[in-house]
Nanobody
């Protein structure tokens, strides 16, 4: 059972930056992908950014040019650098890992962007 622990959330003013981190309990070398999802109050959980085993990245249109997903395989870490934050970026951010054995989620970290 893979465990994922997110950190780095908080309260920030619009235009500010945050860096989210996700620590995996085991190697992230042999996986399908890792991703960050966001769930705003009263809304569904949506994909924000994804990085494949080959390092290919994909982003939701709403965050392109502002967010960057990256990973450190040696440290079993995935990051989400968020710049030029907007109030609509507010929500709980979840780390997700997809491998052959299944899909795993972290507990989430709250990001609040004030206007």
């Amino acid at each position: 059972q893979v465990q994922l622990v997110e950190s780095g959330g908080g309260l920030v003013q619009a235009g500010g930056s945050l860096r989210l981190s996700c620590a995996a309990s085991e190697s992230i070398f042999d996986i399908n992908h890792m991703a960050w999802y966001r769930q705003a109050p009263g809304k569904q959980r949506d994909l924000v950014a994804l990085i494949t085993s080959g390092g290919t990245t994909n982003y939701a249109d709403s965050v392109k040019g502002r967010f960057t997903i990256s990973r450190d395989i040696a440290k079993n870490m995935v990051y989400l650098q968020m710049n030029s934050l907007k109030p609509e970026d507010t929500g709980v951010y979840y780390c997700q890992l997809q491998k052959v054995s299944g899909r795993y989620w972290g507990q989430g970290t709250q990001v609040t962007v004030s206007s």
